[in-house]
């Protein structure tokens, strides 16, 4: 996959827009290089398995579970570049980290969804594809698809945090809320700008969706496989 997304990279960038380009490809990079060096990508600890005791060590856990868990960090760039693609698109990153902070709370009430790794991996998939597409459904029907991947998302990050103290409690919830926005937000805001410069606006992001595809078909894969 990589050599794939490295023999792309230098054809987009001469272009036009090489530098928001290369950044693009960066983030892309960056999650496929996790991909391929972390032992167990589903399996995200920053605190070796232990629970947060104060609000630094919760507000870190929070911000580490986005980042170094692929199939979320790669998901959230595919959020914030679809939100570049439409006009009211903002609200599609907002809607998941909304619903992210509800499927937390599932998590801590002891109620269960069926196959969260499943539909985490599918939802990395799937916005792989819209984002690849030609024609985009309206925002609402994405920030809708948002929505839902956004719960499960919630409910894996809810695995490392329950039984926790109130405080690191609250704040590993700040902290994957505001890594997983500002991570959406850098993504649409880099999107916005190869949409403006590139001579073939699009094509950047659709093949930044085609990569997606492939880091969600590799962790479906390894579900179904495994």
Known sequence: MLS??????????????????????GLLLSGCGLLLFTPNALAHHPLDGRLPSN?????MSGVAHPVIGVDHFVFVIAVGL???LMRQ?????????????????????????????????????????LLALKRHPNWRIVAGLA????????YAYGEAIVGA????????????????????????????RILKGHQMPEL??????????GVGAAFLSALILG
């Open 165 to 192: 103290d109130m405080t690191p409690m609250v704040a590993y919830l700040a902290g994957f809320t505001v890594i997983q926005l500002g991570v959406a937000l850098g993504a649409r805001g880099i999107g916005r």
């Open 4 to 25: 794939m997304l490295t023999s792309i990279g230098p054809k987009m960038r001469g272009a036009g827009s090489s530098a928001w380009v290369r950044s693009l490809w």
């Open 204 to 213: 950047p992001l659709r093949f930044s969706g085609f990569a997606i595809c």
């Open 82 to 84: 679809i939100s570049a």
């Open 89 to 129: 698109g903002v609200m599609i990153p907002i809607a998941f980290v909304i619903a992210g902070l509800a499927g937390t709370g599932i998590h801590l009430q002891s109620l269960d969804l069926p196959a969260p790794e499943f539909f985490i991996s599918a939802s990395v998939l799937l916005f792989g594809v």
């Open 147 to 154: 929505a839902v991947a956004g719960i499960f998302h919630g």
């Open 55 to 59: 609000f630094f060590e919760g507000f």
